[in-house]
């Protein structure tokens, strides 16, 4: 166990040891994962956290679970490059958006509180895939039991507004509920003593085509100025949805490299997808562990490079190179 584990780790794991469902064991340990710092020290750790959180999500997929007060409990897989969920206030288009993005068939409708259930789909973002959630909106009934701990276990968080009613105000709103369940979000710095997990986000101003919405996109921008990033788009028109797509990428931090052998061309339809950071020792290993054992050198073609240029194993890759693997 390494030294200078906060106290609320301590508690939380006293938590896990008592739980009896499946549901408060993952609250416990899906707070004893944030909590932890992040250093090669506790690798291990958190490697085996995650792999009891995985294991007792498998068991809720089995069976729905039955939360403390008789609420159903979902769980959503991550599947492709990364996991982004929609989270906001009723009415303001994420089943429009997960819709016009992923032709997922999540209902679309006037009325608040459409959506009931997580409903994924997958974006295609030029050669990959990336899973995008639709949930309920935050203040739907009967979601506080099961709704955090999907954002908790999220790779993004896209924050939706409506740019033709309040959308500042929106945008405080969704903020300071996701600090009520001590989820804290990069650049924005609201009651940061009590957050236990930092979630990458950004906030989606949907509805750019509705009356008022410049003005709603001014208030917005000067509001969150230099902290979180906005982007405006209409999920009804069609506006927009391209730069997100980029921006989703971008924002989950990872990179696609071409993988080869001597003598072969690349597959460039099939890209490994790696965290940004990754070594070309990284890149050998996803292909098979024994290549990374047995990797010798590595050549890269990309940017930052030259063409064919031989490097060591812990070279750091960039998104689009192409590397010759030598065992
Ligand atoms: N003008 C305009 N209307 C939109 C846009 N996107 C969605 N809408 C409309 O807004 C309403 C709500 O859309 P939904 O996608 O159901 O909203 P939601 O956020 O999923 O709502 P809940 O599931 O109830 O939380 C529908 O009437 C949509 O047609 C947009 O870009 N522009
Ligand atoms: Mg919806």
Redesign the pocket.
């Given at each position: 166990m390494p030294a200078n584990l906060p106290p609320q780790y301590y508690e939380a794991e006293r938590r896990y040891r008592q739980a009896k469902t499946p549901q408060e064991k993952i609250e416990a340990l899906e707070e004893m994962f944030s909590i932890m710092p992040k250093h090669k020290g506790t690798d291990r750790l958190r490697a085996e956290l995650r792999t009891k959180i995985a294991r007792f999500y498998e068991e809720a997929e089995k069976r729905p679970m039955v939360g403390r007060k008789g609420s159903l409990l979902y769980y959503v897989k991550k599947e492709g490059a990364g996991q982004a969920v929609?989270v906001?206030?009723?009415?303001?288009?994420?089943?429009?958006?997960?819709?016009?993005l992923t032709g997922a068939a999540?209902?679309?409708?006037?009325?608040?509180?459409?959506?009931?259930l997580p409903i994924p789909g997958m974006m295609e973002f030029e050669n990959i895939q990336i899973q995008l959630v639709?949930?309920?909106?935050i203040t739907?009934p009967g979601v506080t039991s099961w709704l955090p701990n999907i954002i908790r276990n999220a790779d993004l968080l896209l924050l939706?507004v409506?740019l033709?009613g309040e959308p500042a105000a929106q945008a405080e709103t969704v903020l300071d509920w996701l600090a009520g369940f001590r989820i804290g979000v990069a650049g924005d710095s609201r009651r940061a003593e009590e957050v236990t997990v930092q979630k990458k986000a950004g906030i989606v101003a949907?509805?750019?085509?509705?009356p008022g919405a410049a003005e709603g996109l001014r208030a917005l921008e000067s509001r969150h100025q230099g902290g979180l990033p906005t982007i405006a788009?209409?999920?009804?028109?069609g506006?927009g949805l391209e730069e997100l797509r980029r921006d989703v990428f971008r924002a989950l931090d990872i990179i696609r490299v071409y993988t080869k052998v001597p003598g072969q061309k690349p597959d460039l339809r099939d890209p490994v997808v790696l965290k940004r950071g990754s070594t070309a020792l990284d890149a050998a290993e996803s292909v098979h562990k024994d290549f990374g054992r047995n990797l010798k050198y590595a050549q890269v073609w990309g940017s930052g490079k030259f063409a064919g240029q031989r490097v060591k194993r812990d070279c750091v890759l960039q998104d689009g190179d192409v590397i010759e693997l030598h065992i």
């Open positions: 929609l906001g206030p009723p009415n303001t288009g994420k089943s429009q958006l997960v819709t016009a999540s209902p679309v409708a006037d009325y608040l509180f459409t959506t009931r639709d949930l309920p909106a739907a939706v409506d033709g949907n509805k750019v085509d509705a788009v209409s999920a009804l028109r506006q």
